[in-house]
Each structure stands twice: as C-alpha cells, then as structure tokens.
C-alpha cells in the first residue's frame, strides 16, 4: 500500500525504477536510492541509532554526576538489549520522524553502490540539509520516497541478520 505518491509532492513527475535503483526529484536534479534495503543498511542504521544515544550521553556528561553518568551509558545499554535500537525498533520509529534519520536513511540508500553510481558521487547529510533548504519539500520527499522503498521491499520488516551478505 503506497502512503503517499511522490509526485504529489513535486511537479517532476513519479520517480522510477531503474535497474534497482529509484530516482526521486530533487531541486536542480534528481537522487538515486537504491529501491531494496540490504542487511548492511539496517545494521548500520541500527548502529547510527545506539550510536546516537551514547553520544547524546557523552554530551552531557559534564552536566552529571560520574555516577548519573554511569547510569546513563548503562541505560543506554539496557535499551539496546531491550532491542529498543533494533530494526523497526522504538528508536528506529522515532527517528523516521525526525530530520537527522530520514537525512542518515537517505545516506545509505543513495551511498549503496548501485545508487552511488548513478549519483556519481558520495551523498552526505551536509547535502541532504542543502537540498532541504533549497526547497522545504525535500525532505517530505525523500522521506516518502523511503516509505514506499519500505513497502516494496519484501524484506523490510525482517530484521537484519548481520554478517549475512546483502
């Protein structure tokens, strides 16, 4: 079930299928993703997100006490046992509705090899936020455009199984 058509969202035209890789509208272009999300993609977007938690936890650190920080990083820990940084996780729906995850999401997609190759270069989030303030329809954009990578790809809802091959 498709949530939302792209070209809702912009006047370019529905973004396409090409070789599995999809192509979404950007302002002055467009930005390849690629059109399946590998286990190597959910595992490093599960180790963005714990990563992101202890980094959070080390700038505050001058704030708490060594014991409150202790807490923290075991907190942190816990949650991540818990699966709460896991695939599909607390952690994972939250970002996915922030700016800083769907920019991290839209990374990986378009740095896979297939995607990156027809984007002839590298993306990296400083990009993704000048394309957003380009045009504030962007971010809506990629952000649709991973939802409906999500609900093509037959896999999405599975877990990574991490050392597996793509």
């Not at 590998?38 to 980094?55: I, M, P, V, Y």
Request: proline share 5%; aromatic share 8%; net charge negative.
């Amino acid at each position: 079930m498709t949530i939302f058509s792209v070209t809702r969202w912009c006047d370019t035209g529905d973004y396409s299928r090409i070789d599995g890789v999809y192509e979404v509208p950007i302002p002055g272009g467009s930005l390849h993703l690629v059109n399946r999300i590998a286990n190597s993609t959910k595992a490093a977007f599960e180790d963005w997100l714990e990563g992101q938690a202890r980094k959070r936890v080390f700038q505050i650190r001058g704030q708490l006490e060594p014991q409150e920080f202790k807490e923290s990083m075991r907190a942190v820990a816990e949650a991540s046992g818990a699966g709460s940084f896991s695939w599909l996780g607390d952690a994972w729906l939250a970002a996915m509705n922030q700016v800083p995850g769907v920019v991290k999401m839209v990374c990986l997609l378009a740095n896979h090899p297939k995607a990156k190759e027809r984007n002839g270069k590298a993306i990296d989030e400083s990009y993704i936020l000048a394309l957003a303030q380009a045009d504030k329809k962007t971010l809506h954009v990629l952000s649709e455009a991973i939802k409906e990578i999500g609900e093509s790809d037959p896999n999405f809802t599975h877990p990574p199984t991490r050392g597996a091959e793509d």
